[in-house]
């Protein structure tokens, strides 16, 4: 008997943590279908800042991986103030 499975990525990246209700940056990541590659984008509220959208699988995992703490480095809203 042969099975085809299809993997099926969930959408659960890009939401607030549950208790976490001072959100002030997200990352948004679309996992698209067989017709729409991902794409993936990260948006900074105090700091007006958001990302180029990234495209495909690849571009996609690259920047989840690094979007956020790429920002950090930048964003102001990060600098302790001293
Ligand atoms: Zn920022």
Known sequence: MTETTTAAAQDTLGR???????????????????????????????CNYASPIATGVNAVTAFVATAAHEHRITCINYQEAS
Do not use: I, N, T, W
């Not at 549950?18 to 698209?32: E, K, M, S, T, W």
């Open 16 to 46: 607030p943590a549950p208790g976490q209700r001072h959100v002030v940056a997200a990352l948004f990541v679309d996992f698209g279908d067989k017709s729409r590659p991902p794409r993936a984008r990260y948006e900074c509220v105090p």
